[in-house]
Every structure is written in C-alpha cells, then in structure tokens.
C-alpha cells in the first residue's frame, strides 16, 4: 500500500533537480503523474523535451504510471491544459506541486523590465496558472492538495529581487488559498527548499565548490544531504490523506531536516487616542518598536542557525530522529 495509492498528480518543472525527486517520490508512493517541464535553461531560455521525458522513463522502468507534458506553466492555457492532461489520462486531479522555476539574478538597480517579467512569469504568475485551473476541480471534488515551492530568498536576498518578490508572492498566494478553499477539503502549503541543483551551480558558493574540486554541487549531491530527492518525502505525506489537517503552512526541507516557520504576528505595538503626529513616533521608536530591529532573515543566513544550536538544545524522539522546538 502506497502512502497515494489512487491519486493523481501534476508536477510542474518535474525534468530536473527537486520537481524530478518529487515526481518520482508521488510516482513511488502510487501516485499517477503528469511530469511537466518545458526543459528551459536556467535562465528560462529555450525547450527541450528530454528532461520531462527522461523522468517518464524512470517512473515506468521502476512500474508507476506517468505521462510527460512539455507545456509552459508561464503560459495561462498551458497551465490549463496540464490540468486538462491529469484529468484525461488517469480519470481526475488530487495534487498540484508546483517546482519550475528559472533564475535571472541581478541588483535591483541593475535589473531590466525582462528579467523581472521573466521570474515574475514563471514562479508567481505559474502558480496561479495552474493552482487556478486545479482549484476548479478541487472545488468540485471537494478535497485536493495544492504544494508550491517557495524559498527562503523570499526573505530578503539582496541579489534576487525578482526572484525573492516571486517567492514571497507564492506565499501569499498559498494563505489566501488555504483561507479560500480550507471549506472544501483542499489544503495548500509552501515549501522553502534547499538542495544541490543547477540553481546551487549558478551561485558564487557553486562556483567556488566547482574552482575547488572540479566539479559542481550538483554533480556531487546523490546520497549526500545536499541531494535534491531529499526534499520530496515532505511533498508525499503532505499530498496525503494523513496530512488533511495541515493548511496554509510554510517549512523548509533542507537535507535531512524539516522546519516549520512560525505564522507572521504582531510583536509590539504603540497605541495613541488620537492620530500620531510624525514627530511623536520619532520620539518613541527607540525605546518601542525600533528598539534592536533585526534585518530580514536572508541577510544573516537563515537556515544555517539551525545548525549551531548546541547538542543539549536536541531532543531525542525516536532512534536517530532529534526534534528541536523555539520558545513559543
Ligand atoms: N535548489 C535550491 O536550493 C532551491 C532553493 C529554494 C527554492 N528552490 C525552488 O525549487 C524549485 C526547483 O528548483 P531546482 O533547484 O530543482 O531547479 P532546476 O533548474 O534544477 O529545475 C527547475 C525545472 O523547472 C523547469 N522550468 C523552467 N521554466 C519552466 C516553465 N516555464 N514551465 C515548465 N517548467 C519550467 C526547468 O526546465 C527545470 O527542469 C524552483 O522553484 C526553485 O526556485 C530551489
């Protein structure tokens, strides 16, 4: 018995890295897969059949069922017709995760309207493409699972203001839907992965792993932690029936690790009985709400704390499992 045993998926940018890992994890599980990938180059430039086809021919040479689809998830009917493929070949549509994605790098001062448009296109505006076209079946059908991927760039990465934008729009997108369609079953959740793929290659870390041992993160990461398949047993169980009850969280899957972000809230306020006039809120924020103000997380490593809490902060749950919880 597969943990999705009956279900029906559609990945999109499933050829490489993360989305071919979750794809064949569904496929694993029992899940029948719509492998979607238009086989673009990082940069979003280009087609190419293969990568789509490629993680076809291993779902089946391994007997699980899927069907490759090399549509744009940038493209609104395109999206539609992935949605249409899931229905028509395997009878319906329980799952939507959403991976592809490209990256056009650049400071905001020096970022043209193209590079912009392009990441905007292909990680917010293909959310919505295909969420939106899923949604209306699993309205229907009154249960279904919509997973996007965000990451932890969303968080301020200085270089990535496209990109980072995007991410941070999928967030929003994945609570509003999760707020939306709860009252039909559905659930949505977004991830903040990390794993050595071509994205890793392209970042100076990348480079500079490749200038000191020849070769590229990527080329290095299978059955290591940093390998890309890692992030998908999350995908899996919360594609399934077991993880109903979970709506409109954020986690991040980076190697062996699952983290859970907390739901933004409101730390500190300052309440007057009328309107602020400009020069008392100067006069108070010091001692009050800009009292030690943080920068965004992305600039000051956000996942790597995790690894320097000390031992004793650990829990140990189950043999070779530590859970580590922050003071709520
Ligand atoms: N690798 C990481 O550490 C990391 C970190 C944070 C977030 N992410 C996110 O995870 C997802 C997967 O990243 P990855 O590292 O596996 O990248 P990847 O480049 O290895 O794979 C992305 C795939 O998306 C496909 N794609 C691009 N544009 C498409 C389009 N318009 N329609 C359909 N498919 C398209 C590409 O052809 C490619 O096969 C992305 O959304 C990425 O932003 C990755």
Same mark, same amino acid.
């Given at each position: 018995? /597969?943990?999705?045993?009956?279900?029906?998926?559609?990945? %999109?940018?499933?050829?490489?890295?993360?989305?071919? /890992?979750? !794809?064949? !994890?569904?496929?694993?599980?029992?899940?029948?897969?719509?492998? *979607?990938?238009?086989?673009?180059?990082?940069?979003?430039?280009?087609?190419?059949?293969?990568?789509?086809? +490629?993680?076809?021919?291993?779902?089946?040479? !391994?007997?699980? #069922?899927?069907?490759? *689809?090399?549509?744009? =998830?940038?493209?609104?009917?395109?999206?539609?017709?992935?949605?249409?493929?899931?229905?028509?070949?395997?009878?319906?549509?329980?799952?939507?995760?959403?991976?592809?994605?490209?990256?056009?790098?650049?400071?905001?001062?020096?970022?043209? $309207?193209?590079?912009?448009?392009?990441?905007?296109?292909?990680?917010?505006?293909?959310?919505?493409?295909?969420?939106?076209?899923?949604?209306?079946?699993?309205?229907?059908?009154?249960?279904?699972?919509?997973?996007?991927?965000?990451? %932890?760039?969303?968080?301020?990465?200085?270089?990535?203001? *496209?990109?980072?934008?995007?991410?941070?729009?999928?967030?929003?997108?994945?609570?509003?839907? &999760?707020? &939306?369609?709860?009252?039909?079953?559905? %659930?949505?959740?977004?991830?903040?992965?990390?794993?050595?793929?071509?994205?890793?290659?392209?970042?100076?870390?990348?480079? +500079?792993?490749? $200038?000191?041992?020849?070769?590229?993160?990527?080329?290095?990461? !299978?059955?290591? $932690?940093?390998?890309?398949? *890692?992030?998908?047993?999350?995908? =899996?169980?919360? &594609?399934?029936?077991?993880?109903?009850?979970?709506?409109?969280?954020?986690?991040?899957?980076?190697?062996?690790?699952?983290?859970?972000?907390?739901?933004?809230?409101?730390?500190?306020?300052?309440?007057?009985?009328?309107?602020?006039?400009?020069?008392?809120?100067?006069?108070?924020?010091? #001692? #009050?709400?800009?009292?030690?103000?943080?920068?965004?997380?992305?600039?000051?490593?956000? %996942?790597?704390?995790?690894?320097?809490?000390?031992?004793?902060?650990?829990?140990?749950?189950?043999?070779?499992?530590?859970?580590?919880?922050?003071? $709520?």
């Amino acid at each position: 018995m /597969g943990m999705l045993d009956g279900k029906a998926a559609l990945v %999109t940018g499933a050829g490489r890295g993360i989305g071919r /890992g979750i !794809a064949l !994890a569904l496929a694993r599980a029992g899940a029948s897969v719509v492998v *979607n990938d238009v086989g673009a180059a990082l940069s979003g430039e280009g087609t190419d059949s293969r990568p789509a086809s +490629e993680v076809v021919r291993e779902i089946r040479a !391994a007997g699980g #069922t899927a069907v490759p *689809n090399f549509g744009s =998830v940038a493209d609104f009917a395109q999206g539609r017709q992935m949605v249409e493929q899931c229905v028509d070949e395997f009878g319906k549509i329980d799952i939507v995760c959403h991976v592809a994605g490209i990256l056009r790098d650049r400071m905001i001062f020096n970022m043209t $309207e193209d590079e912009w448009d392009a990441v905007i296109a292909v990680h917010l505006k293909g959310a919505f493409n295909v969420i939106h076209h899923a949604s209306r079946r699993f309205r229907e059908q009154r249960s279904g699972r919509i997973i996007a991927m965000s990451s %932890t760039s969303a968080l301020g990465a200085p270089g990535q203001p *496209n990109y980072g934008a995007a991410k941070a729009g999928i967030l929003g997108l994945i609570w509003s839907c &999760a707020n &939306a369609l709860e009252r039909y079953g559905v %659930t949505a959740n977004a991830i903040m992965p990390s794993a050595a793929t071509r994205m890793i290659d392209s970042t100076p870390r990348g480079k +500079e792993i490749f $200038e000191q041992t020849g070769r590229w993160p990527s080329e290095l990461a !299978a059955g290591t $932690e940093r390998d890309p398949e *890692n992030v998908a047993p999350l995908i =899996v169980f919360l &594609a399934s029936d077991a993880a109903q009850y979970i709506n409109g969280q954020v986690f991040c899957a980076f190697g062996y690790q699952v983290a859970l972000l907390p739901q933004p809230r409101i730390v500190r306020v300052l309440r007057h009985r009328r309107r602020w006039e400009p020069e008392e809120l100067r006069d108070l924020f010091p #001692t #009050t709400l800009g009292r030690d103000l943080q920068p965004p997380p992305a600039a000051t490593g956000f %996942t790597s704390r995790i690894q320097e809490l000390p031992d004793d902060a650990w829990q140990e749950i189950a043999p070779d499992i530590r859970f580590w919880a922050a003071r $709520e």
